[in-house]
């Protein structure tokens, strides 16, 4: 098996549908006296705005905009048909697509995603949306060659436990990332669904399987966060054999609780805490997303771990933000509100999971079959050869697999077509680079061995001139025979001056010398390009130490401008080159300077962002915590590592 090309289906955006619960009269009774307040403290405006009060000053209020808004009196269909079913056929085309509803305890979020029998929510609508897709395309005459089938898995994350909800059992399942960055769960059953009818067999009783229990705000509350994954997988039957594979997860998030006002205590009050940890790790990956960080924290958490293809990775995602209109839970849904304002700048890139599958071969015969029959005498090949030919050539035998049977050919050049991946004029490319290689290996090997024969043959000759100049040497006969362009003449010189015997030094006293580690040699540049002049030498006698220091001031005397001391060009070409990094560059290549940390990126990018770009790098000063003594410490960091580089 190995992966088609990939097709990139343009860039999406993370669609946000905020709904907003109707208002309940007993809820707004039950609070507390500072909660009291008259009416609701949201208000739509228009199919994809609201105000929220502002909860200083009443006449106040704060507006918000999303791609929909689903108001007090939307139902179940609405919220389905504006917002969830239009990532259904991208998951028939082989795409990944995530369905979550995320607010607040107590403001309707399993209603949203379950509902009733009497108003389905999105699960339901969606699976049987999905099969009634199904049945339309194998209807098509185009796709007459394609086999679909559905999968389903229904798991819970509890206390930070993966646990299948289609198993009893409580065994925690681990979280894998495969070679092409898929989320896979080892040990996840996958059962096979062809109708509406089996998926509701087998999700009713897991749904009664989740762990729900009751707090001070919610009758029925979520103690897990559920996740339904329908996987549908798209077959060719014929070559090449295509297989195209997407997945779509339909999440029921826990609501965030206020332990104070639930009232939590005991097991209620951990359950709690690990949905609080699991929630805030989610609001820093869409932090993270958002400010373009290198890290971005999903392996912190375990539902972030599930959503890393949601969030910022190759899913169609839709986030459902349920919100209560009560004054309280007013800074829930104030923080719920907030959270979906960021979640709707995360871009996913999706794209289509495609795969060739080998041909199955031709199943075995079965042992009764074969029956008792004594196998035949071994016999040579060239024999079974003329036996297969015989067989071939003779009346009325059939061959079940014979080579003209055009479903085998095109088995065989779909087989072969993977196999050679390459390209035919690529691989002659590549043989001619192999054949060149090999030449010149060989050709450096020879004269690697010619040069190593002259060297022997110095040396030979060398020492047989110290025992005998008049003779000439017999062992190197041999040698000089090879190489007869290399004579004694060629090889020594006689007109050399005589060497000198350096003095010995045996009866001096040696001096305890220090041990310097070696320098770290950068890569030197032209004197041209780096014309930085050089420090005079401090290393002179005491004489005119104190001629100096009588005349100039001694060393404490002050140092010319840094600046004069480089050329202009480069001075200028370094300044340059900072001015682009402070206009252009994010938080990770501001943060990439000298001197400027976490802090000073981030000041950097709101200036930015309200006066427009640097007209010259002084302007950096007016940034506030930027003297001009830490200005000119920065410039001169920066430049003299510009020039290092």
């Known amino acids: 098996v190995r992966r088609g090309a990939p097709r990139r289906p343009p860039p999406t955006r993370v669609r946000v549908a905020v709904r907003l619960r109707p208002y309940m009269s007993a809820i707004a009774a039950a609070s507390t006296d500072e909660d009291k307040r008259d009416g609701p403290c949201v208000r739509g405006q228009g199919s994809r705005g609201l105000d929220i009060v502002n909860w200083r000053n009443s006449t106040e209020t704060l507006h918000y905009e999303f791609d929909v808004f689903h108001g007090e009196q939307s139902s179940q269909q609405e919220v389905y048909l504006s917002s969830v079913r239009p990532v259904l056929p991208h998951v028939l085309c082989g795409q990944n697509a995530s369905v979550f509803a995320y607010g607040p305890t107590g403001a309707g979020k399993t209603h949203t995603m379950l509902g009733s029998a009497e108003q389905p ?94 707090t001070s705000l919610n009758e029925r509350s979520s103690r897990s966060h559920a996740v339904l994954l329908l996987k549908v997988v798209k077959s060719q039957l014929c070559a090449p054999f295509r297989q195209l594979t997407g997945k779509l997860y339909l999440i029921d998030l826990a609501g965030s609780e206020d332990n104070r006002r639930t009232g939590n205590q005991g097991l209620r009050l951990k359950e709690s805490g690990a949905i609080n940890r699991s929630l805030f790790t989610l609001s820093k990956v869409v932090d993270a997303l958002n400010h373009g960080l290198a890290r971005v924290p999903y392996r912190d958490s375990k539902l972030t771990r599930l959503l890393q293809d949601s969030l910022g ?15 309280q839970y007013y800074f829930d849904t104030l923080t719920a509100l907030n959270f979906a304002a960021k979640s709707k700048q995360i871009v996913n890139k999706p794209f289509i999971r495609e795969t060739v599958r080998a041909a199955v071969p031709a199943p075995k015969r079965p042992r009764e079959e074969q029956g008792t029959a004594v196998a035949p005498p071994p016999q040579s090949k060239r024999a079974r050869q003329g036996q297969s030919e015989g067989q071939e050539a003779g009346p009325g035998t059939a061959q079940t697999h014979s080579p003209s049977d055009p479903s085998v050919l095109q088995r065989l050049l779909a087989l ?70 290399v004579g004694t003449a060629s090889l020594f010189r006689r007109d050399l001056p005589p060497l000198h015997r350096k003095t010995s030094t045996a009866a001096r006293p040696r001096k305890q010398q220090a041990v ?10 032209p004197l041209q390009q780096c014309a ?21 001031g001694g060393e404490n005397s002050p ?87």
């Not at 003779?471 to 040698?479: D, E, G, I, R, T």
């Open 313 to 327: 990775g190759s899913a169609h995602s839709v986030m459902i933000t349920n919100i209560a209109p009560e004054y």
């Open 121 to 214: 929510g999105v699960i339901p609508r969606a699976v049987r949306d999905l099969f009634q897709l199904v049945r339309e395309q194998r209807a098509q005459p185009e796709n007459q060659d394609w086999e679909y089938s559905i999968g389903m898995s229904y798991l819970e994350i509890y206390n930070e436990k993966v646990l299948d909800l289609l198993e009893r059992g409580e065994q925690d399942l681990p979280i894998r990332e495969d070679r092409e960055h898929n989320i896979l769960i080892p040990g996840l059953s996958l059962r096979p669904l062809d109708s509406f009818s089996d998926f509701d067999a087998l999700f009713l009783p897991a749904s009664q399987r989740r762990t729900t229990a009751s």
């Open 559 to 645: 140092v010319g401008d840094w600046e004069t001391q480089l050329d202009a060009a480069l001075l200028q070409k370094s300044r340059l080159h900072i001015l682009q990094v402070l206009n252009t560059g994010d938080l990770r290549l501001l943060k990439g300077l000298q001197q400027i940390g976490d802090k000073k990126a981030k000041l950097i990018l709101g200036w930015r962002e309200i006066h427009g770009p640097f007209a010259q790098v002084e302007d950096l000063q007016k940034i506030e915590g930027i003297s001009a003594k830490r200005f000119t410490s920065f410039i001169k960091a920066n430049i003299l590592s510009t020039i290092g580089h």
């Open 516 to 525: 310097v580690p070696p320098l770290q040699v950068s890569q030197v540049q």
């Open 532 to 552: 930085v002049l050089c420090k005079q030498n401090t290393a002179v006698s005491k004489k005119k130490g104190s001629e100096a220091g009588a005349g100039q």
């Open 416 to 485: 072969e077509k993977m196999l050679m991946g390459t390209p035919e004029r690529q691989r002659l490319t590549l043989l001619k680079t192999v054949a060149q290689s090999r030449k010149e290996i060989q050709e450096l090997r020879e004269k690697q061995k010619e040069l190593e024969e002259k060297a022997l043959l110095a040396q030979t000759l060398t020492v047989s001139g110290q025992t005998d100049e008049q003779q000439p040497p017999v062992a190197s006969s041999s040698l000089v025979a090879r190489h007869p362009g």
